[in-house]
C-alpha cells in the first residue's frame, strides 16, 4: 500500500531562514508520481511539483528545490530565504500511474516569522 | 480560465440530516475528484467522476455518493451525517484522466453538530 509520512507536524523560522520539510514515502510500485502542494489559509491546494520515480534529478524553482532520493524513499523540499507569504500547510503526496487517487500525508504546518 | 468554484463555502448540519456540495470544474476539465479533509490531517480521496461516470472510489460508506453533469459540475452528497463527517470538502478537476495537474478549489466547511 502506498503511504506518505511527514514527520514534521510544525515548523517555525524566521525570514530569510532557510527551512526544509521531510517526507518519506511507501510503495511497492516500480512507477509512481510524488507531489507537494502547498495549503494557503484560504483552503485551496496549490499544486507545485510532480516527479516521476524514474526521474531522480533534483529540481530548483526559483527559490524552491526539491532533493528526490529513492535510496531513502525520501523527496524533501526546501525553501531558500523563507518569505511570510510561504506561511501554509504543505502536502507530500504520492500517486500510481493510472490510478484515480493521490495518497497524501498529514501535512507540515510552515510558520515563517516576520 | 475560472478555476474550480465551489459551494456553499461554510456549512452547519444536524447530525441525521443530508447535505449537497457543489462544484464547478475548470473549464475544458472533464474529471472531478472528491477529498475529504479533517482538521488537521491530509485529504482523503472519496470518489472521482470521468464524463459523468464514476471512475474510482475510495474507503467510504455508500451514504457518500455523487453525480457529475454534462457540463463537468459535479456533487457530493452525504447521507445520515454523523459529527465526524465535520471536515473540509476539496473538488479538484483535471483535463482529463490520469491528468494529475489538478486543480482544487477552495472546498466547502461542513460542521455536523
Known amino acids: 500500500a502506498q503511504k506518505v509520512t511527514q514527520a514534521q507536524t510544525e515548523i517555525s523560522v524566521v525570514e530569510k531562514e532557510d527551512v526544509t520539510l521531510d517526507c518519506v514515502y511507501e510503495t511497492r510500485d516500480t512507477t509512481y508520481y510524488l507531489f507537494w502542494y502547498k495549503q494557503p489559509p484560504s483552503g485551496e491546494l496549490v499544486f507545485l511539483i510532480r516527479?516521476?520515480?524514474?526521474?531522480?534529478q533534483n529540481e530548483i524553482s526559483g527559490r524552491y528545490s526539491w532533493n528526490f532520493q529513492k535510496s531513502t524513499s525520501s523527496f524533501n523540499f526546501t525553501i531558500t530565504a523563507s518569505q511570510v507569504v510561504d506561511s501554509a500547510v504543505y502536502f507530500c503526496a504520492t500517486s500510481r500511474p493510472r490510478d484515480d487517487k493521490i495518497i497524501f500525508g498529514k501535512g507540515t504546518r510552515l510558520h515563517i516569522l516576520p | 480560465e475560472t478555476g474550480v468554484t465551489q459551494s456553499p463555502t461554510h456549512l452547519i448540519k444536524t447530525r441525521g440530516q443530508q447535505v449537497t456540495l457543489r462544484c464547478s470544474s475548470q473549464?475544458?476539465?472533464?474529471?472531478v475528484s472528491w477529498y475529504q479533509q479533517a482538521l488537521g490531517q491530509g485529504p482523503q480521496f472519496i470518489f472521482q467522476?470521468?464524463?459523468?461516470?464514476?471512475?474510482g472510489r475510495g474507503n467510504f460508506p455508500p451514504r457518500f455518493s455523487g453525480l457529475q453533469f454534462p457540463n463537468y459540475s459535479s456533487e457530493l452528497n452525504v447521507n445520515a451525517l454523523e459529527l465526524d463527517d465535520s471536515a473540509l470538502y476539496l473538488c479538484?478537476?483535471?483535463?482529463?484522466?490520469?491528468?494529475?495537474?489538478?486543480?482544487f478549489g477552495s472546498g466547502t466547511r461542513l460542521t455536523v453538530v
Open positions: 516527479r516521476n520515480s524514474f526521474d531522480e
Open positions: 473549464s475544458g476539465h472533464n474529471t
Open positions: 467522476y470521468y464524463r459523468e461516470e464514476e471512475n
Open positions: 479538484a478537476s483535471s483535463f482529463f484522466l490520469g491528468d494529475y495537474g489538478y486543480t
